[in-house]
C-alpha cells in the first residue's frame, strides 16, 4: 500500500495491525467493531481513505470553479471544479493553523478566504497568498503552503469518488462488477443524465456507520421491519411494491448479488412482468391516476416506460464504503463518530423525460425514505442499545452460509444467492479487513 506520508504516520498509531481476523471470522464479527473508538478511527483513515469513497454528483457541481463541501472519513474536504471544468477535491483545513478555509455547503468560487487569519488559496489548492507578508522570513515558501489534496479523484458516469490511496485500482476496476447495474441505474434516463436535486434529506442515527452498510443489501428485514408499510401496501391490493418481501421471500424469484471488493445488489425486479408492471405495482401516491391518465393520452406509444421510470428502479446497490442506491434515491453514509452517523439521501431527476414524469418521480421519493427509513433508523440505534451487553460478543452473519442450493456462481465471480442470505454482510468484510490489515490489492 502506497501512500501519502501524512497517511503513513497515522498508520503507525493501528492497533490491532495484522490480528484483524479475530474479530471478523466467516459468519460473525465482534462487537467491539461497533463499539470500540479506537477501531473507527482506524477506519476513518484506513477505510474512509485507502479505497474509493463517494464523494458527490457532478450534477452538484454544473458549471467551472463550483465546489461542494463533504468529508472523506471524518477530513473536511471541498470538491472543486477549476475554471477548466476539471474536478479536484482538497482537504477543507487552512495550511496555517488548521481552520476550515470553506464554510458553504455548495457555491462558486475562484478561491477562498480563510475566515480566521485571511489566507487565501485557489480552488485548486496553491496559496495565493497570505496578509502582510513582511511578517514572514525569506523561507517562507507558498509553493509549500497550499491545501492538501485527495491525490486521487476520479467519476465514473457522474458519481465523483476519491482516494488517498496510490496503489488502489481504477475507479472503474474497483466498481467492478457493481459497473454493469450502475449502468442500468443510469440508464433508466434515456439520455444518460442523472440530477442530483439541491436539497437533501438527512437524518442522524445513534449507531456505528456500519449498521446502515449491513441493512443497504439485507433483504432478511423488509417482512418484520417494514410489517407497518408492508400492511400498508397489502389493504391496496395484493402485489404491491415490496409486499413480495412478506411471502418467504427465498422461494422468490429475487435474489442477491455479491459482487466482489464489498459492493452488493439486491434486484426486486424480478418480481415485476412486463413493460408498466413497475409502476402498476406502486404504493399509492398523491395525484398517481390523474398523472397516468395525463402521461397515456399525451406518449401513448411511450406510456409504460415513462411510468415505469417515474417509478423506483427496483435495486439496492451497496457501493462499498459509503454509497447506497435505493429506489431513485442516492444514499450517502457519513460516520460522525463510533455511535454516530448521519445519512443524507439526495433525490434525483432524470433528462430525456417529459417534465411530468420528473415530478412523479419526487412524489415517488417521498415515500421511502419517510414510511420506510424511519424504521431501519430505529433498528440501528436499537442494536447500538444491544451491543452494550458486553458478556456477548458476537453478530451473526451466517444466513445463508454453507446452504445446499442456494449460492451460484458466474464465470466473473459474481455470486447469486437467495435474498436473505447475509452474504452482502460477508463480502463487505472481507474487504474491511484487507483494508484494515493494509494489504494491496
Ligand atoms: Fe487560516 Fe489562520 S487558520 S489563516
Ligand atoms: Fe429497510
Known amino acids: 500500500m502506497v501512500v501519502s506520508p501524512e497517511i503513513s504516520r497515522y498508520n503507525a498509531e493501528a492497533t490491532r495491525e495484522g490480528a484483524w481476523e479475530a474479530y471478523v471470522q466467516a459468519d460473525r ?19 474512509f481513505g485507502h479505497t474509493w469513497v463517494y464523494l458527490a454528483h457532478e450534477s452538484q457541481l454544473p458549471e467551472p470553479n463550483s465546489f461542494l463541501s463533504t468529508k472523506l472519513g471524518l477530513r473536511p474536504i471541498v470538491v472543486t471544479r477549476d475554471r477548466h471544468g476539471d474536478l479536484h477535491a482538497v482537504f477543507n483545513r487552512c495550511a496555517h493553523r488548521a481552520a476550515t478555509v470553506c464554510r458553504e455547503e455548495v457555491g462558486v468560487a475562484k478561491s477562498f478566504q480563510c475566515p480566521y487569519h485571511g489566507w487565501t488559496f485557489k480552488n485548486t489548492g496553491e496559496l495565493v497568498g497570505a496578509p ?25 458516469r457522474g458519481f465523483i469518488f476519491g482516494t488517498l490511496s496510490e496503489s488502489a485500482p481504477s475507479l472503474p476496476d474497483y466498481l467492478g462488477e457493481a459497473k454493469p447495474w450502475l449502468d442500468y441505474w443510469i440508464d433508466r434516463a434515456p439520455n444518460g443524465e442523472v440530477i442530483v436535486r439541491s436539497a437533501a434529506h438527512r437524518m442522524g442515527y445513534r449507531g456505528n456507520w456500519k449498521l446502515a452498510f449491513d441493512n443497504g443489501g439485507d433483504g432478511y428485514h423488509p417482512s418484520f421491519s417494514h410489517r407497518s408499510l408492508l400492511e400498508m401496501a397489502s389493504r391496496m391490493g395484493d402485489s404491491k411494491d415490496m409486499s413480495y418481501f412478506g411471502k418467504t421471500p427465498d422461494d422468490g424469484p429475487m435474489k442477491v448479488y455479491s459482487l466482489g471488493n464489498g459492493h452488493s445488489v439486491i434486484d426486486q425486479r424480478p418480481n415485476f412482468e412486463g413493460p408498466g408492471s413497475i409502476w402498476a405495482n406502486q404504493r399509492p401516491q398523491p395525484g398517481r391516476e390523474k398523472f397516468e391518465e395525463l402521461i397515456r393520452s399525451k406518449y401513448p406509444e411511450d406510456a409504460d416506460r415513462l411510468l415505469d421510470v417515474s417509478a423506483g428502479a427496483q435495486i439496492n446497490l451497496s457501493i462499498f464504503p459509503n454509497l447506497l442506491l435505493i429506489g431513485n434515491q442516492i444514499q450517502v453514509i457519513e460516520p460522525l463518530g463510533v455511535e454516530r452517523t ?54 451473526l452473519m451466517n444466513r445463508g452460509l454453507n446452504v445446499d442450493g442456494w449460492q451460484t456462481m458466474d464465470e466473473n465471480g459474481v455470486i447469486v444467492t437467495a435474498v436473505t442470505d447475509e452474504i452482502h454482510m460477508r463480502g463487505y468484510y472481507e474487504e474491511w479487513l484487507r483494508l484494515m490489515n493494509g494489504e494491496a490489492k
Not at 464479527?29 to 477505510?47: A, G, I, S, W
Not at 445519512?343 to 419526487?362: C, D
Not at 417521498?366 to 452494550?388: I, S, T
Open 342 to 395: 448521519q445519512l443524507t439521501w439526495n433525490a434525483t431527476s432524470i433528462g430525456g423525460v417529459p417534465e411530468e414524469v420528473n415530478t412523479m418521480r419526487m412524489r415517488t421519493q417521498e415515500d421511502f425514505p419517510a414510511f420506510g427509513e424511519p424504521d431501519d433508523q430505529a433498528n440501528f440505534e436499537e442494536v447500538q442499545r444491544g451491543l452494550a451487553v458486553s458478556e456477548e460478543e458476537w453478530i
Open 132 to 156: 502582510w507578508p513582511q511578517g514572514y522570513g525569506a523561507d517562507f515558501d507558498k509553493s509549500k503552503l497550499g491545501l492538501g489534496k485527495v491525490t486521487r479523484v476520479q467519476s465514473y
Open 29 to 47: 464479527v465482534h462487537r467491539t467493531l461497533y463499539t470500540d473508538e479506537q477501531v473507527f478511527n482506524e477506519e476513518m483513515v484506513k477505510v
